[in-house]
């Protein structure tokens, strides 16, 4: 079992940046992939970036391409979304995930450890 800790939310302005991390702590031998997803009020938790062990495989969902960046530093066992150009509808509580399956989508059934969330919200 892996832990997860998530931090770095806050309030910023429409174009700023955040920067949010998570810390691994126990089986980070289950942490394969990893990912960040979000859930906005009133919406599904819906995935965000994601990407594996040795950072080759990276995926973002579509709504963030070019303004998020996702990165891993695994002799720290943390991973890390960069946030640029945020937008109010970015605003949503992001949760750091992780998953042992070496093959695993970028979808939320995929990942079996979560952190606690870290809320983003973004004024206009």
């Known amino acids: 079992q892996v832990q997860l800790v998530e931090s770095g939310g806050g309030l910023v302005q429409a174009g700023g940046s955040l920067r949010l991390s998570c810390a691994a702590s126990?089986?980070?031998?289950?942490?394969?992939?990893m990912g960040w997803f979000r859930q906005a009020t009133g919406k599904e938790r819906e995935f965000v970036a994601g990407?594996?062990?040795?950072?080759?495989?990276?995926r973002y969902a579509d709504s963030v391409k070019g303004r998020f960046t996702i990165s891993r530093d695994n002799a720290k066992n943390t991973l890390y979304l960069q946030m640029d150009s945020l937008k109010p509808e970015d605003t949503a509580v992001y949760y750091c995930?992780?998953?042992?399956?070496?093959?695993?989508?970028?979808?939320?059934?995929?990942?079996?450890?979560w952190g606690q969330g870290t809320q983003v919200t973004v004024s206009s």
């Open positions: 995930a992780a998953s042992s399956n070496f093959g695993a989508r970028t979808v939320r059934a995929d990942f079996g450890s």
């Open positions: 126990g089986r980070t031998v289950s942490t394969y992939v």
């Open positions: 990407i594996n062990w040795i950072g080759s495989n990276i």
